[in-house]
């Protein structure tokens, strides 16, 4: 999770409209939760069924799927429009706000 946690409820609240800003960061967070829940059911299901050199080997590589996959999705998002308006590039933060 890590800096995941603190990074993507401030961007979605800078390009959320202001009505459903406090609902997506609840969701962000509920999912967070979720995917610790589901970490820890791989874990158990792994302690059940895998023998014990293969326990921590499963555990990291199912772990390193959504990581890789978050990866991925910030090479496509938009710079944030509040910190394009404060560089300056006004033109470039309205063309990111109209795109969202």
């Known amino acids: ?20 800003r406090g609902q997506l960061v609840g969701l962000n967070n509920m999912f967070i939760v979720l995917g610790q829940m589901i970490a820890c059911g791989i874990n158990i299901l792994c302690q059940w069924l895998l023998t014990e050199g293969a326990r921590w080997r499963v555990s990291m590589g199912i772990a390193a799927v959504p990581a890789f996959i978050q990866l991925v999705g910030f090479i496509f998002l938009p710079e944030s429009p509040r910190w394009l308006a404060q560089k300056g590039k006004k033109e470039e933060a309205r063309a990111v706000i109209l795109k969202l």
Do not use: L
């Open 1 to 20: 999770i890590g800096i995941s946690s603190i990074t993507v409820p401030v961007y979605i609240a800078e390009v959320a409209p202001s009505d459903m």
